[in-house]
């Protein structure tokens, strides 16, 4: 039986990545597929995740000054989200840190699966070249739904840095991407035309992910709050969002102790849950009154759990950022995502309309098996 490895940002301290992670191995593990997730995690991702950033500059030293005093919260939270990457992934037993040790080992995969996330996105922090395979030496190369992150390689790129990519992009059996616009840019990098699949999240459904679940604060009581999920924090997303709470007399739960601290939200109503790890994110979106988002996967879960929530349209979303846009267009659900000013005639308690998705969802999840399953089997 073929044995398959993954890479991905598995060890992103983001509920999106490892959710994605998990989803992609459980599937494959539903089909008799045996995978494991190699254990790789370059220097930028590791830095990036810090709970308390290195001091480097003048910005990184203003962070550790807004930080420190929570560092306690951080670490605990760190180590959480550490704990639950090893007890719910199967990963590789060998760890590895940089790209020249994931070319000096032997590995034994007959195939290998890049994807999803933005693994592909070179212009991030834990940008890597591993994302491409270009470690791999013997076994079939797949790429599932990974993105480009709203940046065409063709836009940060020298001539000679866009044919290495070009070069390591062609050396794949079969290439998929996760929006319209990866799919724009691959056929004119390559003259291809790939397909677009669903995130790995969307092949599970609700049941799926009950293992995973988290008892919530005590003080978090179902219906009674609105989860405002969002990476990076937007003050006028805030306002939008307090004005929400305050409209239904909810309590507004955030996220994130990082940003929830640097931009200064701690001294809002806004309460922190006390632990935090991506069993407890999929607990408060289930037993929210409502979800805000500006995130991917929180859309994705959102749908996933039924819930009423809202994406709100902000910064890249109005250019080449087309991740929540292709998303919402494939669902049908293209209604949710609102702009972020405040209306107070306008319900947002109201139910999303999930019949169309509920008769989408299983077309878009048979494509996207397809062609994942194809590519595992074909030639076994």
């Given at each position: 039986m073929?044995?398959?490895?993954?890479?991905?940002?598995?060890?992103?301290?983001?509920?999106?990545?490892?959710?994605q992670?998990y989803?992609?191995?459980?599937?494959?593990?539903?089909?008799?597929?045996?995978?494991?997730?190699?254990?790789?995690?370059?220097?930028?991702?590791?830095?990036?995740?810090?709970p308390?950033?290195?001091?480097?500059?003048?910005?990184?030293?203003?962070?550790n000054?807004?930080?420190?005093?929570?560092?306690?919260?951080l670490h605990a939270?760190y180590?959480?989200?550490?704990?639950?990457?090893k007890?719910?992934?199967?990963?590789?037993?060998?760890?590895?840190?940089?790209?020249?040790?994931?070319?000096?080992?032997?590995?034994?995969?007959?195939?290998?699966?890049s994807?999803?996330?933005?693994?592909?996105?070179?212009?991030?922090?834990?940008?890597?070249?591993?994302?491409?395979?270009?470690?791999v030496?013997?076994?079939?190369?797949?790429?599932?739904?990974?993105?480009?992150?709203a940046k065409?390689?063709?836009?940060?790129?020298?001539?000679?840095e866009?044919?290495?990519?070009k070069?390591?992009?062609?050396?794949?059996?079969?290439?998929?991407v996760r929006?319209?616009?990866?799919?724009?840019?691959?056929?004119?990098?390559?003259?291809?035309?790939?397909?677009?699949?669903?995130d790995?999240?969307?092949?599970?459904?609700?049941?799926?992910?009950?293992?995973?679940?988290?008892?919530?604060?005590?003080?978090?009581?179902?219906?009674?709050?609105?989860?405002?999920?969002?990476?990076s924090?937007n003050?006028?997303?805030n306002?939008?969002?307090?004005?929400?709470?305050?409209?239904?007399?909810?309590?507004?739960?955030?996220?994130?102790?990082?940003n929830?601290?640097?931009?200064?939200?701690?001294?809002?109503?806004?309460?922190?849950?006390?632990?935090?790890n991506p069993?407890?994110?999929?607990?408060?979106?289930?037993?929210?009154?409502?979800?805000?988002?500006?995130?991917?996967?929180?859309t994705i879960?959102?749908?996933?759990?039924?819930k009423?929530?809202?994406?709100?349209?902000?910064?890249?979303m109005?250019?080449?950022?087309?991740?929540?846009?292709?998303?919402?267009d494939?669902?049908h659900?293209s209604?949710?995502?609102?702009?972020?000013?405040?209306?107070?005639?306008?319900?947002?308690?109201?139910m999303?309309?999930?019949s169309?998705?509920?008769k989408?969802l299983?077309?878009?999840?048979?494509?996207?098996?397809?062609?994942?399953?194809?590519?595992?089997?074909?030639?076994?």
């Amino acid at each position: 039986m073929a044995k398959i490895g993954i890479i991905t940002f598995h060890a992103s301290h983001n509920c999106g990545s490892f959710m994605q992670a998990y989803a992609l191995q459980h599937f494959l593990n539903n089909n008799e597929l045996p995978s494991e997730i190699i254990n790789f995690s370059n220097q930028g991702q590791r830095d990036f995740y810090r709970p308390i950033p290195k001091i480097d500059n003048v910005k990184t030293f203003i962070k550790n000054v807004v930080l420190l005093p929570h560092k306690n919260i951080l670490h605990a939270t760190y180590s959480r989200y550490n704990n639950f990457i090893k007890n719910n992934l199967k990963l590789s037993s060998k760890e590895f840190n940089s790209n020249s040790e994931l070319k000096e080992a032997s590995f034994s995969y007959d195939a290998y699966v890049s994807g999803s996330d933005q693994i592909w996105n070179i212009t991030i922090a834990d940008s890597d070249d591993a994302y491409f395979l270009d470690f791999v030496k013997k076994g079939k190369k797949i790429a599932y739904a990974p993105s480009f992150g709203a940046k065409n390689i063709a836009s940060y790129t020298t001539p000679s840095e866009y044919n290495k990519y070009k070069k390591l992009l062609s050396s794949y059996d079969n290439l998929s991407v996760r929006e319209n616009n990866g799919r724009k840019w691959l056929r004119e990098m390559l003259n291809e035309d790939v397909p677009v699949v669903l995130d790995p999240t969307l092949l599970l459904d609700q049941e799926d992910y009950i293992s995973l679940e988290q008892p919530l604060d005590d003080k978090l009581q179902k219906n009674k709050y609105i989860f405002y999920y969002s990476p990076s924090y937007n003050k006028k997303i805030n306002r939008l969002v307090a004005k929400i709470a305050k409209k239904y007399n909810l309590k507004v739960v955030a996220w994130n102790p990082k940003n929830f601290y640097l931009k200064g939200m701690n001294f809002s109503n806004f309460y922190l849950p006390k632990i935090q790890n991506p069993g407890v994110y999929l607990s408060l979106i289930k037993n929210s009154a409502m979800v805000v988002t500006t995130s991917f996967h929180g859309t994705i879960f959102s749908t996933i759990y039924r819930k009423k929530f809202w994406t709100i349209k902000n910064g890249g979303m109005f250019g080449d950022d087309d991740r929540v846009k292709t998303l919402i267009d494939q669902l049908h659900i293209s209604e949710r995502l609102i702009p972020m000013q405040f209306d107070g005639n306008f319900d947002y308690l109201q139910m999303p309309d999930y019949s169309v998705y509920e008769k989408e969802l299983p077309k878009l999840r048979k494509k996207s098996v397809d062609f994942l399953l194809g590519a595992l089997k074909d030639g076994e």
